[in-house]
Structures are given as C-alpha cells and as structure tokens.
C-alpha cells in the first residue's frame, strides 16, 4: 500500500521505528497524505516542528526512490509534512489493481469470530435487529479481506430453564401473554397438533419447540437478505446437555472466584472493578444469563480464536463490563472488543405492519426499501450513534439516494466497457494526465488503505463513504474525459482506468453485501 511505503521513507528519513499516523489532508491541494511526525520528533530533538518538518521534507526528497514517488513533499503549517505523489508512479501503480486486495494482510491469516444478532428466539427480528445483523456480516467481510480467517457466528439463548423461553412456553401453552404476538399466535395454530403432544405443564420444553420453529423463520429470512453464518450455537444444544456451563462454573470455582449468598452463587466481579458481584447460579439451581455466556466465550477460546468480537444490541450495554471481566478471569490473552449498537427509528415510507404495539419488523422495512438500500443506509452510519432511517429516501430513484447514485454508477462502467472496441493494444497509462484522470487512480489506489482502517477501527461508515467517494470522482471524470474516441491509445488507456475502477467498486459493493448492477 502506497501510505505504508511513505511511512517506510518517514522512518527511513527519521531515522526512527515508531508507529507514524500518515492520514489524507481535508483540503486535497494539500497533497495526497499528510504526516504529523514533526510534533512527535520536536521534543526529542528539541527544535521546533516546522523545523523538523522542513528537514523531512528536504530528506525524503534527497532519496532518489522517493523523488520519483513523490511529485512534491513540503513543510506546512504548525509542522505538518504534506506529500503529492507523481504522475509517473501513480499512472504505474494502475497497473497492478485487479480488483481484488491479496495483498493487505494485517491479520496474517489468524482466526478471528465475530458473533452479531443473536436475538431472543421469541419473535422476529425488528429494525434494531437489522442494523447488528448487516453491520456484523459487513465487518466479517472486511476483516476476510484484511487477510484474517473468520468465523461469522450466531448464537441462540434457547436454555430450557432461561426465563424467557419458560415464558415462550407459557405463550405456547396458553397459560402466557408475554410473547404473544399476531406472528406467534398464529405459529402456534399452526403447530398445534404437534404442541399437543407436548406435556402440558414443561413450559421449558414448550418454550424450546417453539423457539425452534421461530428460529427456522427467522434462520430462513437472514439467508433471504445475504445474512450467512459459518456457525451456529445454541445455548441448550452446545452449552447445558454438552456440560460445558457444569464444567466452566466449575473451573471458575478453582479458580477461586465463585461464592454462596443467599441461596445463590456468586461471581468476584468486583475485585476486576465491576460496581457488584453477579450471579452465576440462581437460587432455583438454574444457571443465569451471565454464566452462559462465560461458557459460551470459554467455548470460543477452547476453539482457538485470536481476535473475538461481540455485537451487542443497546439494551446489553451493561454486560459489556462484566463479560470483559469474565474474558479475564478465564485468562483469555487475545483481542476481545464488544460493539454496542444504538437504537434505530424508522422515519416516512409508507404503513409498517406494526405487529406488536410500535415495533417495527426488519422483513417490512426490507420489504419498504429492498436489501440494498437497507444495507448501505445502515453501515453508513457510526455503531454507536442513534440513527433514523429515512424510508423515503432510501426507496427514491434518483441520485438524491446514495446507495443508487454508486449502483448507477457501477452501471455506467459496465455500459462503458460493453461499448469498448476490442483491441490488442498494450495500454499506456502514461496518457493519463488530466488531473481528474490522476484523482481517479488516486482514489483507486486507496481501497487496501480503506481495508486496512476499517479493519482496525471497525468503522464501517467509511467503506460507504468511500464508494460515495469514489462514484463521485469517477463521474467527474466521466463528464470531462471522453473515453471513447478516434484516439485509439487514448481510448484504450481512459478503458484501462475504467475497468480498474469498475473492479474495485464491485469489491466494495461486495463487501458491503450489496448488489453492483451491470443495468439500472
């Protein structure tokens, strides 16, 4: 990647090791990166920033390797050290994209599980749900690209004995109104010949078959909208009849953290600086919530995961702190982070079905907008922030919706080369010297550094923002730069440049799960 070599020729320059931030400048006529090493090298050196960065800037250019990457690199403002790369490298470095990113490998092939939308089995999935579902199914696909190996996993909170499917079973059996929704009411009619032979009085067992059958829908709808795990586990199955939570509790009491108050057992949280001490085991015998989902992530360590991560919806904010606590205690020497969605709502766009008081079903907001819409309109927004889904927006046609402007967009490139005349010319990227001909491949170039970011921030708003982006300036490019001319050279080059950045559009789209159509 073009900024990890400028951060090479920094610390060759500098003559130092450290990590150096190389970042885009807000304003473009500032160059193409933009480093604040100086601040950092002023102190040790004990001369001012602007003259540090003056001194870079005259080394680097000495090095006749970086004269020919670089058309200027100057000192700036308070000491910035800005660089404009050269036509001549840049117009070379078109030549290697293939619209595919082999070679970021930060993970270096480690296995990494992202787990997202476990919902309760009770019912189906709301817009909240959308947003953990598409967010983590995305991250999984930039992380694949980053060179981890991953795991996208579901998990199901299906335990017998759990609260809520005791509930679901009084809701099954009749005795319940908790969960009874239109959707549930008429699951049940429709499975009760089958309910009948259930013991009327084991809501667990009750509770369990019904989860099942809900989660066969709602297993069913994910694969409709591009959701795909490559594995499933379900707390009654994998984590109580395998003994697992037996064995973590167990291990969690030789470790010397467990003790009994009250009837129930407790776990030492606050001696790792959690505000209380929560329960294990309830007073009843059962296990709670808490000590499942030890088991459960002692499950992914036993599995061999290096990089764990946790989408959480934002009604388990306050598990973040205790399972964090927990991944200690078990001694976990990983990476886990857990990302907490905000709350969703949904604006305009016609009659939900409201099918229990003001919830909002995910398959009607789809059903609203279609799957892409509804993707990119998610990821293009922080995790952590609240959101409001403009449903007009997202259904418009035009170029006013974002995720139609890069489609459209997509489909112009393909419309483009459908047209081209074939030929066996080599290309020669050298006659692309217009400046929005060398902001195309720039923006072009930068996709493996989007990859890269995105991978360590988890920020997926800029993988959308840089399809935007990258629309934008081709479309600029487009309406200024005639592609096919009489100019066969010429023609061939500005086909060259237009094929590599139909390749990487189509890679983004990819890895946002969205749709690149060849026709709009």
Known sequence: MIRNEIKKIIQKAAKIKDEIKVEYPVNSAMGDYAT????????????????????????ILSDKNAKKMFEKVEAAGAGFVNFTMSAEFVQAQLKGVGGETPHINMGKGERLNIEFLSANPTGKFQVGNGRIGFYGDALGNIFKLAGYKVTKEFYINNAKNSNQIQELGKTALGEGEKYLTPYVEEKIKGLKEKMMRLDP?????????????????????????????DAVTAEEEDLVKSGLIKKTLALLKKKG???????????????????????????????????????????KIKRNFKVIIDIFGADHQ???????????????????????????????GGKFS?????IVLLEDLVGEVGVDAARFFYL???????????????????????????????????SILAKA?????????????????????????????????????????RV?????????????????????????????????LVWATQKILHEVLGALGISAPDKM
């Open 36 to 59: 604040n090493i100086a601040f950092a090298l002023a102190k040790k050196e004990n001369k001012g920033p602007q003259e540090i960065a003056r001194m870079l800037a005259e080394k």
């Open 201 to 229: 009085v084991n809501f667990g067992e009750a509770g369990f078959f019904l989860a099942q059958e809900i989660q066969k829908d709602n297993r069913a709808f994910l694969e409709k909208i591009g959701i795909n795990y």
């Open 257 to 299: 953290f467990v003790y009994e108050k009250d009837g129930a057992q407790w776990l030492k949280t606050t001696e790792f600086g959690d505000d209380k001490d929560k329960v294990v085991v309830r007073s009843n015998g059962g296990h709670g919530y808490y000590l499942a989902d030890i088991a459960y992530h002692q499950n």
């Open 318 to 348: 306050g598990h973040v702190g205790p399972m964090k606590v927990a991944m200690e205690i078990l001694g976990y020497r990983g990476k886990f982070d857990i990302l907490v969605s905000q709350l969703v709502q949904a604006k305009g």
């Open 354 to 358: 409201k099918r229990a008081g003001n």
């Open 380 to 414: 293009a927004k922080s995790l952590d922030t609240q959101m409001e889904f403009d449903m007009d927006l997202a259904k418009e046609q035009s170029a006013k919706n974002p995720v139609y402007y890069v489609q459209y967009a997509h489909a112009r490139m393909q």
């Open 421 to 461: 005349p074939s030929s066996k010319k080599s290309t020669n990227y050298k006659l692309l010297n217009h400046p929005l001909e060398l902001n195309l491949i720039k923006y072009v170039l930068r996709w493996p550094e989007v990859v890269e970011d995105t991978a360590k921030d988890y920020q997926l708003q």
């Open 464 to 496: 959308t923002g840089y399809a935007y982006d990258l629309a934008t300036v081709f479309n600029q490019f487009y309406r200024d730069c005639k592609v096919i001319s009489d100019d066969e050279n010429m023609t061939e080059a500005r086909l060259g």
